[in-house]
């Protein structure tokens, strides 16, 4: 059970280039979203999904697109990098939305744009 | 609005010592609470929630919350602090539905707080 993972670890853009993070978890979950964590403002919701062929805006939305095609797999498409889009991005999540479930996390991929 | 806050960004405590790690929130009705650590260069792992029921809250590592409605806080707490301890802690509060039109699956964040344990 390899929990929540996230491709790739690491990745540079230059302002413009877009490109894809992918999310992977294997526990069935419904619920499935992405943040993003930046110093001194905690995690911002970007995109959420409460199950497959759905999803939703979360707090900071511009810039990013999903999908959700699989109960698996929730990838974030970044359009054209901006520099302001530098940040740790994690995938999380949990058996279904709302009610008193935890969110499992990935480990995160660093993104820097230049 | 649903919101959380962690006052402190930093809390510095010996090796041995109790610790204390705050929380307050604000929720329109009965808040789900929880606590999540991140070592460096890793991602948030769970470590405790309250839903209901005993105010007093264990969790993995020895870790304990106190959820306290009237003072609409939930501290984290553990008698004797490691060095391997050291960490940011999230505190979140779940949405219940009134900030991302209508998800009720939604954590809210605070900005975190970083726990150092000196030896």
């Known amino acids: 059970n390899a929990g929540v993972t996230q491709t790739p670890k690491f990745q540079v853009l230059k302002t413009g280039q877009s490109m894809t993070l992918q999310c992977a978890q294997d526990?069935?979950?419904?619920?499935m979203s992405w943040y993003r964590q930046d110093p001194g403002m905690g995690l911002r919701l970007i995109h959420y999904?409460?199950?497959?062929?759905?999803?939703d805006q979360g707090e900071v939305p511009n810039g990013y697109n999903v999908s959700r095609s699989t109960t698996e797999d929730f990838p974030l498409r970044l359009l054209s990098a901006a520099p302001s889009q530098t940040s740790v991005y994690f995938c999380?999540?949990?058996?279904?939305?709302?009610?008193?479930?935890?969110?499992?996390f990935g480990p995160g991929t660093r993104l820097t744009v230049t | 609005a649903q919101s959380v806050a962690q006052p402190e960004d930093q809390v510095n405590v010996a090796e041995g010592n109790p610790l204390t790690v705050k929380c307050t929130y604000s929720?329109?009705?009965?808040?789900?609470l929880f606590w999540y650590v991140q070592y460096p260069n890793r991602g948030l792992q769970f470590l405790l929630k309250?839903?209901?029921?005993?105010?007093l809250v264990k969790g993995s590592y020895g870790f304990e919350a106190e959820f306290n409605k009237s003072q609409t806080s939930f501290h984290l707490k553990k008698p004797s602090a490691l060095v391997s301890d050291s960490a940011l802690y999230f505190c979140?509060?779940?949405?219940?539905?009134?900030?991302?039109?209508?998800?009720?699956?939604?954590?809210?964040f605070g900005k975190g707080t970083k726990l150092s344990v000196k030896p």
């Open positions: 999380a999540s949990s058996s279904r939305g709302g009610g008193p479930y935890e969110q499992y």
């Open positions: 526990m069935n979950h419904e619920y």
């Open positions: 999904s409460v199950g497959a062929g759905i999803t």
């Open positions: 929720v329109s009705g009965n808040p789900y």
């Open positions: 309250y839903i209901t029921g005993d105010n």
């Open positions: 979140a509060v779940r949405d219940l539905g009134t900030n991302y039109g209508g998800s009720q699956g939604n954590l809210i």
